[in-house]
């Protein structure tokens, strides 16, 4: 943002106010210093991954599509069979043809401890080939959105950028606030070649799409290491990991769903069933008739069966298609084929039906098409931001300087910003620790600096 005082843009009256002014402009400097890089990518994966579906089939149409027949499908005994005749292996899930023109997925263990998944034509049993397990091009967009490539540091770095995201956001209606200006307030002004131009393409863009950026920054907060974590535990209650409310009166495992699978966030850490069978020489029904117990349940096309791996496991079926009132997990008893737990989105609590409605939102799921183009037209808009800004200060910073806006010449301002700033970190732990280290820079920065401004006006 430039400083209204200094480009004739419109005048900050008061010197208070325009201490005030200057300190917010130096914030904005820092909240982008720190978060740009990061929005750059976060945009440009993100407004992939909204359309992975499309670009997998695409990529992966040799393994992912199949010819529509008009014909009954083959049992998934069979698809499995084919499936580790052509990868010898553990069978582990078997995931459901999603549409009429999809292949069968099955996920299998090799004897090296790595996982495969197998593609199989529903209609015939064919094998079509494998890949690793989430090993699709949109698997790898996944894993770089998230940072997950590069360790839980990197990944704890994303939740700081989110909280900074926010700031930014505010602090940028701030400086754009039109105070008597008429010109840039929405509309751009001059040309590529003037600095005015980056200025009014960043403020005018960042009014238009600033709200999205605060609803991504806090719908993608859920899947951060610090504050989502322990929302998680907030929000799933304490009964065995399920949400609050909901009885579930059957004997417990230790295990959770998401270390089997990626379940809902709300359910990352509801415990699995165990199978009881009331006579010990009591056989499992086999994967067949576990496929029609989910079919008479009324499983959403798609859904997963997790195989038991021993003798107390379950048949476990979780299904995520868009329509969030469809997210159902449901445990079946290896042995009886009863449904030990059946789970949805209505049985979430308010919080847990929130969370899924952001996070349903966040991924351009909820209402289809206009929800992919919305947020993608939003990425692209962010990209467009965050190029602007890195023009705008490159062509007015000074030679060989940083280029910080100055430092206000009452010092006394910064204790209102700094109460936000303050509030800001306490409500996310590792923004409040960013923020520290920040502060410790800008005082660092003026010490070097002696005070003066490293701007120069226009």
């Known amino acids: 943002m430039t400083n209204p005082a200094s480009t004739g843009q419109g005048t900050v009256s008061g010197t208070g106010q325009s201490d005030f002014y200057r300190a917010v402009w130096r914030w904005h400097f820092y909240a982008g210093l720190l978060v740009?890089?990061?929005?750059?990518?976060?945009?440009?994966?993100?407004?992939?991954?909204?359309?992975?579906?499309?670009?997998?089939?695409?990529?992966?149409?040799?393994?992912?599509?199949?010819?529509i027949q008009h014909a009954e499908t083959v049992a998934p005994s069979q698809m499995i069979a084919a499936a580790l005749d052509a990868q010898p292996g553990q069978a582990v899930k078997f995931t459901d043809p999603p549409r009429p023109d999809a292949s069968a997925e099955i996920t299998l263990t090799t004897a090296g401890n790595e996982r495969v998944t197998v593609y199989v034509d529903p209609y015939d049993g064919q094998v079509l080939g494998a890949l690793p397990d989430r090993g699709t091009v949109m698997w790898t967009v996944r894993y770089l959105h998230s940072l997950r490539y590069f360790g839980p540091f990197a990944?704890?770095?994303?939740?700081?950028?989110?909280?900074?995201?926010?700031?930014?956001?505010?602090?940028?209606?701030?400086?754009?606030?039109?105070?008597?200006?008429?010109g840039g307030v929405v509309s751009v002004r001059a040309t590529p070649r003037r600095r005015v131009f980056w200025r009014d393409l960043h403020a005018v863009t960042g009014l238009f799409v600033g709200g999205v950026i605060v609803f991504l920054a806090i719908t993608g907060m859920p899947w951060s290491n610090v504050w989502g974590g322990k929302v998680n535990e907030w929000a799933n209650g304490?009964?065995?990991?399920?949400?609050?409310?909901?009885?579930?009166?059957?004997?417990?495992?230790?295990?959770?769903?998401?270390?089997t699978f990626k379940t809902s966030w709300v359910l990352e850490q509801a415990r699995v069933p165990?199978?009881?069978?009331?006579?010990?020489?009591?056989?499992a029904i086999g994967i067949d008739a576990a496929a029609a117990a989910f079919d008479r349940l009324g499983l959403h096309d798609g859904y997963v069966i997790s195989l038991p791996r021993s003798p107390s496991g379950v048949y476990t079926g979780p299904v995520y298609p868009d329509d969030l009132h469809q997210q159902r997990v449901v445990h079946?008893?290896?042995?009886?084929?009863?449904?030990?737990?059946?789970?949805?989105?209505d049985?979430?609590?308010?919080?847990?039906?929130?969370?899924?409605?952001?996070?349903?939102?966040?991924?351009?799921?909820?209402?289809?098409?206009?929800?992919?183009?919305?947020?993608?037209?939003?990425?692209?808009?962010?990209?467009?931001?965050?190029?602007?800004?890195?023009?705008?200060?490159?062509?007015?910073?000074?030679?060989?300087?940083?280029g910080v806006p100055p430092v206000?010449?009452?010092?006394?301002?910064?204790?209102?910003?700094?109460?936000?700033?303050?509030?800001?970190?306490?409500?996310?732990?590792?923004?409040?620790?960013?923020?520290?280290?920040?502060?410790?820079?800008?005082w660092a920065v003026r010490r070097l600096s002696g005070g003066k401004p490293q701007i120069r006006s226009a």
């Open 238 to 259: 304490s009964n065995f990991g399920y949400p609050s409310g909901v009885r579930v009166d059957v004997p417990m495992s230790d295990q959770k769903l998401n270390d």
């Open 36 to 67: 740009l890089p990061f929005l750059i990518t976060l945009s440009i994966t993100g407004a992939l991954y909204l359309f992975r579906d499309e670009i997998d089939s695409f990529v992966h149409a040799d393994l992912k599509r199949v010819a």
């Open 408 to 442: 206000p010449s009452d010092p006394r301002v910064f204790r209102g910003l700094m109460a936000i700033l303050i509030l800001g970190g306490l409500l996310f732990p590792l923004v409040g620790a960013s923020l520290l280290a920040m502060l410790a820079l800008d």
């Open 155 to 182: 990944r704890a770095l994303i939740e700081i950028a989110g909280g900074w995201s926010i700031l930014l956001v505010g602090t940028g209606i701030f400086l754009w606030w039109p105070r008597g200006r008429k």
């Open 332 to 345: 079946l008893d290896q042995y009886s084929g009863a449904a030990l737990v059946d789970m949805g989105y």
């Open 347 to 402: 049985d979430y609590g308010p919080a847990g039906k929130w969370l899924e409605f952001g996070i349903n939102t966040h991924m351009g799921q909820q209402f289809g098409l206009a929800n992919q183009l919305l947020l993608f037209a939003a990425c692209l808009a962010i990209v467009a931001m965050s190029v602007s800004a890195a023009v705008m200060w490159w062509k007015r910073r000074p030679a060989r300087r940083l």
């Open 274 to 283: 165990e199978s009881v069978a009331a006579d010990g020489a009591a056989q």
